[in-house]
């Protein structure tokens, strides 16, 4: 049976309804499937009745019918550049706010993976792992970091070093996810992260557009979950137009800069559906290379 990890901080609220909105995507929406995360409800735990349960009994509402949009389109599209990074002969994967993220231990790539994230929510998701009876392979590696103070002035390579301390090779070509999270950093930490990431690194990243930008779907989301992200303490930090973003990497020494919204991040096929699930304008994906 599994039970819910105890004596550790859990991860953070959005974490674990991230992982419930992929879990539940399986459970209430139609074929075809966005994306397949069968890993995920395992891992909730003891958690999983609650937080899918809000899924089961109203997986037709617009709110979270968009965060199952979110979460699934975002990861397909990260997991497919990462697929065509690796046939390029990348072998390293690091995923920023790894949360429970769970493609370490369902993939077949050749990749060396390293999670990035608070230690206290690695050591509750390790144990999740344990008792959902997942193993945990030995090209994984949990580097435990507090974004808020992982990219400073005073030493910016903080970032890099931690993973090398890990077994990370700066000078080996790297892919990195960065899912879900710059919307809760200020601009400066955005900026930072990205600037002081590795020579030759490939990114993948999401980021909240600004209010003029966002569709009738988008607004209603933000206007309904950014006060309660706040309420929980993970207000919403910055919101960036796609040229900023771009700005940003390019500054940074990235090029060949790509922008998906979640209606071109799939296959256009995907969105001839019979269930709930449309395309909204509110989260942008970037994917650029060094």
Same mark, same amino acid.
């Given at each position: 049976?599994?039970?819910?990890?105890? @004596?550790?901080?859990? *991860?953070?609220?959005? @974490?674990?309804?991230?992982?419930?909105?992929?879990?539940? #995507?399986?459970?209430?929406?139609?074929?075809? +499937?966005?994306?397949?995360? !069968?890993?995920?409800?395992?891992?909730?735990?003891?958690?999983?009745?609650?937080? $899918?349960?809000?899924?089961?009994?109203?997986?037709? #509402?617009?709110?979270?019918?968009?965060? /199952?949009?979110? %979460?699934?389109? /975002?990861? /397909?599209?990260?997991?497919?550049?990462?697929?065509?990074?690796?046939?390029?002969?990348?072998?390293? +994967? %690091?995923?920023?706010?790894?949360?429970?993220?769970?493609?370490? +231990?369902?993939?077949?790539?050749? %990749?060396?993976?390293?999670?990035?994230? #608070?230690?206290?929510?690695?050591?509750?998701?390790?144990?999740? $792992?344990?008792?959902?009876?997942?193993?945990? *392979?030995?090209?994984?590696?949990? %580097?435990?970091?507090?974004?808020? =103070?992982?990219?400073?002035?005073?030493?910016?390579?903080?970032?890099?070093?931690?993973?090398?301390?890990?077994?990370?090779? *700066?000078?080996?070509?790297?892919?990195?996810?960065?899912?879900?999270?710059?919307?809760?950093?200020?601009?400066?930490?955005?900026?930072?992260?990205?600037?002081?990431?590795?020579?030759?690194?490939?990114? =993948?990243?999401?980021?909240?557009? !600004?209010?003029?930008?966002?569709?009738?779907?988008?607004? @209603?989301? @933000?206007?309904?979950?950014? *006060?309660?992200?706040?309420?929980?303490?993970?207000?919403?930090?910055?919101?960036?137009?796609?040229?900023?973003?771009?700005? $940003? $990497?390019?500054?940074?020494?990235?090029?060949?800069?790509?922008?998906?919204?979640?209606?071109?991040?799939?296959?256009?096929?995907?969105?001839?559906?019979?269930?709930?699930?449309?395309?909204?304008?509110?989260?942008?994906?970037?994917?650029?290379?060094?």
């Amino acid at each position: 049976m599994n039970r819910e990890p105890s @004596a550790t901080r859990e *991860p953070s609220k959005t @974490a674990l309804t991230a992982a419930a909105a992929r879990a539940a #995507h399986l459970l209430v929406d139609a074929e075809p +499937y966005l994306f397949a995360d !069968p890993l995920a409800a395992p891992l909730l735990g003891d958690k999983a009745g609650e937080l $899918l349960g809000y899924h089961l009994r109203s997986g037709a #509402h617009p709110l979270l019918s968009a965060a /199952r949009v979110q %979460v699934t389109t /975002r990861s /397909r599209y990260a997991e497919e550049r990462l697929a065509e990074a690796v046939a390029r002969g990348v072998g390293q +994967y %690091v995923i920023l706010g790894a949360g429970l993220d769970t493609f370490a +231990y369902r993939t077949d790539l050749p %990749v060396r993976v390293f999670e990035v994230d #608070h230690p206290a929510g690695q050591e509750w998701k390790r144990q999740a $792992l344990q008792h959902s009876g997942t193993a945990l *392979p030995e090209s994984v590696s949990f %580097v435990g970091v507090d974004f808020s =103070v992982a990219v400073t002035e005073d030493d910016p390579q903080a970032l890099v070093k931690q993973l090398a301390e890990h077994g990370f090779d *700066p000078e080996r070509p790297s892919f990195f996810s960065w899912l879900g999270v710059t919307m809760y950093l200020t601009r400066e930490s955005v900026a930072a992260t990205l600037a002081h990431l590795p020579p030759g690194a490939e990114i =993948v990243a999401t980021y909240i557009l !600004p209010p003029e930008m966002r569709d009738e779907g988008g607004s @209603a989301y @933000a206007d309904a979950i950014a *006060p309660i992200a706040a309420q929980s303490g993970e207000p919403w930090l910055s919101y960036f137009a796609p040229d900023e973003m771009s700005e $940003l $990497l390019t500054v940074a020494g990235f090029g060949h800069i790509t922008h998906a919204s979640e209606r071109d991040s799939v296959d256009p096929a995907l969105w001839d559906r019979t269930d709930t699930l449309v395309p909204e304008r509110l989260s942008q994906l970037v994917h650029a290379r060094s």
